[in-house]
């Protein structure tokens, strides 16, 4: 579905908006298909909404799914057949309590992100500034780029799910 470069986590992004796919959810905007038994489609959900399901990331709505996208997957998640989506087989673990902004530079993440442009890196004196990073290049292009959870945003703050907000403790499961 798709590739993370390492130290990215960009992949994380891209995975949730194809997984949705998978899950019934079209594009913000785009009607139902009409080969698919009982599809709703996001007609109703406008693009510029910038939500996950659109390729508009302005806000943190770029981390949330539409009001479509959830009708969508609920949709498909009450149908008969597919009711094997409601079994549990296996134990949630979580292997590392560290989020991965703070594994990871600014720079670096905008270099994995946009890996194909020459000196790329993110602007320092920008800083995190809505939870997005302004990555340049040396000819002067740039992109902002909303930033993995865990980004440090000032003040002891943390970026999460496109806000900063306190910090969270995440404690391993024995």
């Not at 080969?35 to 508009?56: E, N, Q, R, T």
């Not at 409601?86 to 890996?115: D, F, H, Q, W």
């Not at 930033?147 to 404690?171: E, F, Q, Y």
């Amino acid at each position: 579905m798709c590739e993370d470069r390492p130290t990215s986590y960009y992949g994380a992004y891209v995975f949730a908006h194809e997984l949705a796919h998978n899950l019934g959810c079209q594009h913000d905007g785009d009607g139902a298909n009409s080969w698919v038994k009982g599809h709703i489609g996001s007609a109703d959900c406008p693009w510029d909404d910038g939500y996950l399901m659109s390729y508009k990331m302005e806000d943190e709505r770029q981390y949330k799914f539409s009001p479509c996208c959830q009708r969508e997957v609920r949709n498909l998640y009450r149908r008969p057949e597919f009711k094997c989506l409601t079994e549990r087989k296996a134990k949630k673990t979580i292997r590392s309590s560290k989020l991965p902004g703070v594994m990871t530079s600014s720079s670096n993440y905008c270099r994995r992100v946009y890996m194909y442009e020459k000196g790329m890196h993110a602007d320092e004196a920008y800083g995190v500034k809505d939870c997005r990073v302004k990555c340049t290049t040396t000819s002067r292009m740039y992109w902002l780029l909303g930033v993995v959870d865990g980004t440090p945003c000032g003040n002891g703050k943390a970026c999460i799910l496109g806000k900063c907000r306190n910090k969270i403790k995440i404690s391993k499961k024995d």
